[in-house]
């Protein structure tokens, strides 16, 4: 079954700190895409970073890096430098075709929060 | 450049009455996706289009959803009948290509229905 869980629906940062948030993921490819979206509370879904399963270093993106674990299937995201705009819901997602459709299957998310 | 847009932003309406989405994806990205998202459920892939090839509608949950796109452009999700399970954010995206590229999002439709 291709699923993403995701087992912290919350979690909490003080400012300027760092945390981790975490994901597993089930997939029988061997090449494939993953990714974390942000979603804050004006709704809009944006990606935070993205890693290709090829390749064996994480991927880096400012204040935002991912420990890829491709024999765990695991993909976490490490916020560093935690900033109040950090705060919102976070989605890890990868691609899949499904017969015609293509589509990415999600995680349920995790409510951050960031305590100045 | 201009992202992607939806319209209307909410939408309250009453079961059976139908209503129409519309989704307009960033210019030059031939794929597009319907999502929806409800309260503690995650998001739920409805339907996506690729270019103007007609679209695999098995996503869609019910027959009384039904989605199309004019030009390879516009979107529109229209539901029929709708229900009070019905109500949730609907949500847009497009992309350049296939699978690595990003999607990006529309600000999303919150229906509601009463």
């Known amino acids: 079954a291709q699923t993403v869980t995701q087992s912290q629906p919350e979690m909490s940062v003080q400012e300027a700190e760092t945390v981790t948030l975490s994901c597993t993921y089930d997939t029988s490819e061997s090449d494939y895409y993953l990714f974390w979206y942000k979603q804050p509370p004006s709704r809009q879904m944006i990606l935070v970073i993205r890693q290709e399963a090829y390749k064996q270093q994480n991927a880096t993106e400012n204040r935002f890096s991912v420990n890829f674990q491709k024999a765990a299937k695991s993909f976490s995201l490490k916020i560093s430098d935690s900033q109040l705009g950090d705060a919102a819901m976070y989605f890890c997602a990868y691609p899949v075709n499904a017969g015609n459709n293509r589509k990415l299957i999600w995680g349920l998310g995790t409510s951050l929060a960031v305590n100045p | 450049g201009a992202g992607v847009s939806q319209s209307p932003s909410n939408k309250v309406t009453e079961k059976g009455k139908d209503v129409e989405l519309r989704c307009d994806p960033i210019s030059g990205h031939t794929a597009l996706y319907w999502y929806r998202q409800s309260l503690g459920q995650g998001l739920e892939f409805l339907i996506y289009f690729q270019g103007n090839s007609a679209p695999d509608k098995s996503g869609l949950p019910s027959d009384r959803f039904s989605a199309e796109r004019t030009g390879g452009s516009v979107s529109t999700l229209t539901i029929q009948r709708t229900q009070q399970e019905d109500s949730a954010v609907y949500l847009c995206?497009?992309?350049?290509?296939?699978?690595?590229?990003?999607?990006?999002f529309g600000p999303g439709t919150r229906l509601t229905v009463l």
């Open positions: 995206a497009s992309s350049l290509g296939w699978p690595g590229d990003t999607q990006y």
